[in-house]
């Protein structure tokens, strides 16, 4: 049965009297987002119950997910997508005089992350309801999300996201399922029946509040749980005395030191900062998320040595492997385990992703600040890292020299990775090359002693977000060539590519991407009054600023190019508009100066009189989920040109892959295995392989200088912005000239530059040739289902957790 226009319009009508008191002329688009939400809920909750109620009956195998980040972006289209209710949705909202796109608008984008690990998150959500696997999210609900960019004047300027300050229409705030976590204080250690046993005292208390959001599954009855967390307190967990009066002065200090804990999200990614309201976040998310397993665990009367029967927890990088002790202790001191009973159970139901080699972002906790906040957490990280190292000692002679490295506890630190590594049954990488190194150099001795916890779980997206969603016309084109099979199956992408040659499917896919382009231009000219040629190469470099992902190798490539048409105004090339899209952390100066140098560089070129004819570089502000989907489906090419081996997979190449774009990038992260997919020919590869970039680091022999004095095209770009041609006397930018010859370019941007270069002309002149290009954009798309979250999902729930679907029956009335 399928809903039709007049029965949405007549519910939204109903919706907005009861909700509102309003009619449809006098109702705001913010009362017509709000109703919209309000009556998909109406269909959502109960098959939400009902799933909830299924998983419990059935006593299916569920997977916690623990991430400190989930970057969801949007849900409103998603949801309405997965329900199936999109399309109608649209025309009702037309037919009633709105703008369906403005009425999107007013949800307030969850930006609880800070780039691709948060993403991953989001995507794995969505691809466990859409395959009715039992997955359930444990996060934190910052009151601020990862901060909004604006640019002044070109420079970065952070403004808090508080993304809460209009009602967070999908979550559900469970006051019962309240948890109490506990903070510092001292243990006390008894003897009761020759049994030792912990008491904790003088603790402070936090109550963690958990508000739910629904996941629901594309085109089925599922519906999962994301609970976010959120630190709170009560005045009964407060001592007022009533005589004195400044005890109210008191309650509210203790109620905002409570509070920060799930205030704000912290905005670096592939950093580490050693803050302790960090450190108290990951415990808070951690000591909620297990009790209320263990809680739920229980209430089923199942006998906790058979819990890595029923649950699997998965942990998101490093910064929940707290989970590993935290188990140990509630398992220890609350249920009254033996230390080797309690040991195979958390080392059977705990799994741990790795998501970065770069030394900078390997947390390393100081002991001290432990001790102070979680005494009891200490002794038990102290009695695992002795056994541990025990055991290297007798067990593996030959690495003795190494337990000083492999340690848990050493040198007055605790390294959480490997906590994670010693705590858990599995360990993953998040692509090829990244597992590999992580086995054959980073982890390598961790390799040596648990070879088999060791596995490779490519990332992914979800392609019901990132190619139906954001480009309905591209899955029409797709769907009217092979049919619709391919929303289910992914993979099916591959069908499209016998016609990768037919001149018509060919003319479909060009018309799609230049309206894309079209509708990518008027946003750039209504936000920007910048105009864009819509017949030129729209290249984008959209991804975290960092180091290592070398926005300004891409620069690099611009002032090249700005050169040579001043000095050749013949120069034949197709126009390029390069688009950049980052977020700088606000404490990372160099990251900041590359922000400033791109919208130095951009404001000379877009006003140049011949030059900006040809060439057009736009900074769009405030990157995030939803400025992403507006900019993919309109990209032809995909920066992805990180040092090799730093990425370990990115994202965002798939997302770009997807639609058409085609990547030009280093063998580096997920880069490599889209390589394979779509041949050599069908990417345009260059740049220092891991393999030379490890020896390089190791012989000591790079000399950037040497890059700088040989190359005549890199002096002329370089000594133009350290000469302020960009910026007039407003800024130098000498910190980002000393990164690359005094400090010996850490990432290889000179030594790539000439590579770069070359393939970029490569790319310029294979787009002359639009059929070939085409075709090239349309193997891509045909191999972009490899690169599904449904298939990450798949892997997941088969290799590591062991789960399986588990059907929902619905007994309401829904809409599908
Ligand atoms: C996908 C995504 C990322 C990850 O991009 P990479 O290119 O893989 O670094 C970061 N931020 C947002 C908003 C994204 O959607």
């Known amino acids: 049965m399928s809903i039709t226009v007049e029965t949405l319009s007549q519910l939204l009508k109903e919706k907005l009297t009861s909700s509102f008191g309003k009619s449809l002329e006098e109702a705001t688009t913010k009362e017509v ?6 009556i998909m809920k109406d269909s959502i909750h109960p098959n939400w119950q009902m799933t909830q109620q299924t998983y419990d009956q059935n006593e299916s195998k569920q997977v916690y997910y623990f991430s400190m980040e989930f970057l969801l972006g949007r849900m ?119 049994q030792l046993q912990f008491q904790h005292h003088d603790y402070e208390r936090v109550l963690a509040i958990p508000y739910d959001v629904p996941i629901v599954g594309y085109n089925n009855n599922t519906v999962n ?23 109210y002065y008191h309650y509210l200090d203790y109620k905002r030191s409570i509070e920060k804990i799930s205030e704000f999200l912290y905005p670096d990614d592939s950093y580490y900062e050693g803050k302790v309201l960090r450190l108290k976040q990951q415990y808070f998310l951690v000591s909620a998320g297990l009790q ?120 007055g630190q605790i390294h959480m990775a490997h906590l994670a590594m010693v705590g858990s049954f599995s360990i993953n990488g998040v692509a090829k090359l990244h597992t590999e190194i992580l086995k054959d150099r980073v982890m390598q001795p961790f390799y040596t002693v648990f070879p088999k916890r060791f596995n ?37 992408l591959t069908k499209i590519i016998p016609f990768s040659t037919d001149s018509s499917f060919q003319e479909s896919i060009r018309k799609v991407k230049h309206e894309n382009k079209k509708r990518l231009a008027s946003y750039i000219k209504e936000h920007y009054n910048v105009i864009i040629d819509d017949q030129s190469i ?49 404490g990372y100066t160099f990251a900041k100066q590359v922000i400033k140098l791109i919208n130095a560089v951009a404001e000379k070129i877009n006003n140049h009189p011949q030059v900006s004819k040809n060439l057009k570089v736009i900074f769009l502000e405030n990157y995030q989920v939803s400025l992403a989907e507006r900019i993919i489906p309109a990209a032809d090419v995909s920066e992805q040109i990180s040092t090799a081996s730093k990425e370990a997979s990115g994202t965002g190449n798939m997302k770009l892959m997807m639609n058409g774009a085609l990547t ?61 041609h960009f910026s007039g006397d407003d800024v130098d930018f000498k910190d980002i000239f000393y990164s690359l010859l005094y400090n010996n370019d850490e990432y290889f941007v000179l030594k790539d530059f000439d590579s770069y270069i070359d393939t970029q002309k ?55």
């Not at 029409?476 to 391919?486: C, H, K, L, P």
Request: with cysteine.
């Open 33 to 38: 987002f709000q109703s919209t939400c309000l």
């Open 76 to 194: 409103i289209e998603t949801n309405l997508l997965n329900m199936g209710l999109l399309d109608i949705y649209k025309e009702t909202l037309t037919s009633l005089g709105f703008n369906p796109e403005d009425v999107f608008r007013e949800e307030h984008d969850a930006g609880l992350g800070n780039g691709g690990l948060g993403r991953l998150a989001a995507c794995f959500l969505d691809s466990l309801a859409s395959l009715e696997l039992p997955g359930y999210g444990m996060g934190i609900r910052y009151k601020y999300g990862l901060f909004q960019q604006k640019v002044v004047n070109g420079y970065q300027v952070e403004l808090p996201d508080y993304w809460l300050e209009d009602e967070y229409m999908w979550e559900t705030k469970r006051d019962d399922k309240a948890i109490e976590v506990r903070f510092g204080g001292t243990v006390e250690t008894t003897v009761l029946n020759g």
């Open 225 to 247: 749980t994301l609970r976010l967390w959120s630190a709170e307190s009560t005045t009964n967990h407060f001592h007022f005395h009533s005589s004195r009066g400044h005890d």
């Open 292 to 411: 209320s397993i263990i809680r739920r665990y229980k209430k089923q009367n199942k006998p906790l040595h058979q819990l890595s029967k029923h649950v699997v927890i998965q942990i998101n990088d490093t910064h929940p492997s707290l989970v590993v002790p935290e188990l140990m202790r509630l398992l220890l001191d609350e249920e009254k385990l033996g230390w080797n009973e309690a040991w195979s159970i958390t080392q059977e139901t705990v799994a741990y992703t790795n998501h970065t080699t770069l030394s900078e972002a390997l947390e390393k906790w100081p002991e001290d600040m432990f001790t102070t906040l979680f005494p009891r957490l200490y002794q038990i990280i102290e009695e695992i890292n002795e056994r541990f190292c025990k055991m290297l000692w007798y067990d593996y002679p030959e690495l003795r020299e190494k337990i000083p490295e492999m340690a848990i506890l050493a040198y």
């Open 456 to 492: 490779n779980k490519t990332n992914g997206i979800t392609h019901r977000r990132w190619l139906l969603n954001v480009n309905p016309n591209l899955a029409n084109v797709i769907s009217e060539a092979i049919g619709t099979e391919w929303i289910h199956q992914p993979e099916q």
């Open 538 to 586: 729209v290249d984008v470099h959209i991804k975290r600023l960092h180091g290592y992902k070398r926005q300004l190798l891409n620069l690099f490539h611009i002032i090249h190019l700005y050169n040579s048409y001043k000095e050749n105004p013949a120069l034949e090339m197709t126009p390029r508009t390069f688009i950049f899209g980052a977020k700088a952390a606000p």
């Open 664 to 724: 030009i990038g280093t063998q580096d992260g997920a880069n490599v295995e889209i390589s394979e997919f779509v041949g050599n020919d069908n990417i345009f590869t260059f740049g220092l392989t891991s393999e030379e970039v490890f020896a390089y680091q190791q012989s000591g022999e790079y000399n950037a200088r040497d890059y700088y004095n040989n190359d005549r095209r890199l002096r002329n770009v370089m000594d133009l912005f350290v000469n302020q």
């Open 762 to 816: 490569h790319v310029d002149q294979t787009y002359q040739n639009q059929s070939d290009w085409l075709s090239k954009s349309i193997v891509n798309i045909g191999h972009s289902g490899a690169f599904s979250s449904d298939r990450t999902i798949k892997q997941y729930a088969q290799d590591i957790w062991n789960i399986r679907p588990t059907k929902i029956e619905s007994h309401v009335k829904t809409y599908y």
